[in-house]
Antibody
C-alpha cells in the first residue's frame, strides 16, 4: 500500500521561504504524476501545482506562478514544493496527492498534509 | 473563468436517508474528468468516484455518481453515521479545479 508523508511546514514571515517535502512509500512513485493541493483554514480545496512522472512538465495555479517551484527526485521517491515570497494568503494545509491517470486522472492517494502559516 | 458550483452548501439529513449532492460546471466538461472526494474533519480527502460514475477501490456501493455535460450528481443511497462529512467535486485533467464543497450534516 502506498503512503504519502508531507513535512516542512511551519511558521514563516511574509516574504519568506519554505520547502515542503512529500515522501512516498512503495515502488510506483516514478510512474505517476504528482500534485500539491492546499486548504486554507475552514476553506475548500485548491489545486496548487503538478509535475509529470519524469519531472519535465510542471504546471502551476495562477496564484502561485512565479513564486512556487515543484520538483521531484524519483530515486528518493520524494516530491518537493519550494515556496518563495510567501504571503498571508498562502497560509494553509498543503497536501501532496498522487495522480492515478494515464497520464492525468483523479487524485487517488493523499498525504495527511503539512501546515504552513505565513504571519509576522 | 471556469467554475464548479456545488449545491446545496449544507445538507441536513438523518442516517438511513438518501443524499443527493449536485455539482454544476460553468461549461460542458467531459464526464471522464469528473471526480468526487469525501473529507472528514482533520483528515485528508478520500477519492470516492472518478470518471463521474466509477467507484474507487474500497468505496461502498451506496455511493454512486452520475451526470454529463454540466450537471453531475453524487448520491448516497442510505446514509450511515460515517458518511457525514464534506464532499467535493473536482474537474481533473489539464486544469484541475475543485468545487467549493457540500457539508453533509446529521439532522
Amino acid at each position: 500500500e502506498v503512503h504519502l508523508v508531507e513535512s516542512g511546514g511551519g511558521l514563516v514571515q511574509p516574504g519568506g521561504s519554505l520547502r515542503l517535502s512529500c515522501v512516498a512509500s512503495g515502488s510506483t512513485f516514478s510512474f505517476h504524476w504528482m500534485h500539491w493541493v492546499r486548504q486554507a483554514p475552514g476553506k475548500g480545496l485548491v489545486w496548487v501545482s503538478r509535475i509529470s512522472s519524469d519531472g519535465n512538465i510542471k504546471t502551476y495555479a495562477d496564484a502561485v506562478k512565479g513564486r512556487f517551484t515543484i520538483s521531484r527526485d524519483n530515486a528518493k521517491t520524494t516530491l518537493y514544493l519550494q515556496m518563495d515570497s510567501l504571503r498571508a494568503e498562502d497560509t494553509a494545509v498543503y497536501y501532496c496527492a498522487r495522480d492515478n491517470g494515464d497520464p492525468l486522472g483523479a487524485f487517488d492517494i493523499w498525504g495527511r498534509g503539512t501546515m504552513v502559516t505565513v504571519s509576522s | 473563468e471556469f467554475v464548479l458550483t456545488q449545491s446545496p452548501g449544507t445538507l441536513s439529513l438523518s442516517p438511513g436517508e438518501r443524499a443527493t449532492l449536485s455539482c454544476r460546471a460553468s461549461q460542458s466538461i467531459s464526464s471522464s474528468d469528473l471526480a468526487w472526494y469525501q473529507q472528514k474533519p482533520g483528515q485528508s480527502p478520500r477519492l470516492l468516484i472518478s470518471g463521474a460514475s466509477r467507484r474507487a477501490t474500497g468505496i461502498p456501493d451506496r455511493f454512486s455518481g452520475s451526470g454529463s455535460g454540466t450537471d453531475f450528481t453524487l448520491t448516497i443511497s442510505r446514509l450511515e453515521p460515517d458518511d457525514f462529512a464534506v464532499y467535493y467535486c473536482q474537474l481533473y485533467g489539464s486544469s484541475p479545479l475543485f468545487g467549493q464543497g457540500t457539508k453533509l450534516e446529521i439532522k
